[in-house]
């Protein structure tokens, strides 16, 4: 069974940077994808990930974090981090990572139980 576990969490002021890890663990896939979700306070989990990476490093991100987010994967480790820079208000959030065998689509059958982000004013 998969296990994804999240770190790295936590608050900042807005302008900050925070960088999130996922750890994988339980699967024997030759090629899995990752990825990040972020749920803001109040809304449900957004329905596509904010960042997400192919087994081969090829990254996708909304275009509200482009340029301040950066995804990066460790094969050998199975980890997956998320560099966030120049955070702001709109970041905050529970931030869950997930995973499915092969490449990206739009179902993730692995899920972490997410970190928390708070960006302050």
């Known amino acids: 069974q998969v296990q994804l576990v999240e770190s790295g969490g936590g608050s900042v002021q807005a302008g900050g940077s925070l960088t999130l890890t996922c750890a994988a663990s339980g699967f024997r896939y030759s090629r899995w994808c990752m990825a990040w979700f972020r749920q803001s306070p109040g809304k449900e989990r957004e329905g596509v990930p904010i960042a997400s990476i192919e087994h081969d490093g090829t990254s996708t991100y909304v275009d509200s974090v482009k340029g301040r987010f950066s995804i990066s994967r460790d094969n050998a480790k199975k980890t997956m981090s998320l560099q966030m820079n120049s955070l702001n208000l709109d970041d905050r959030g529970t931030y869950y990572c997930?995973?499915?065998?092969?490449?990206?689509?739009?179902?993730?059958?692995?899920w972490g139980q997410g970190t928390q982000v708070t960006v302050s004013s």
């Open positions: 997930a995973l499915e065998g092969g490449d990206c689509g739009p179902a993730f059958g692995a």
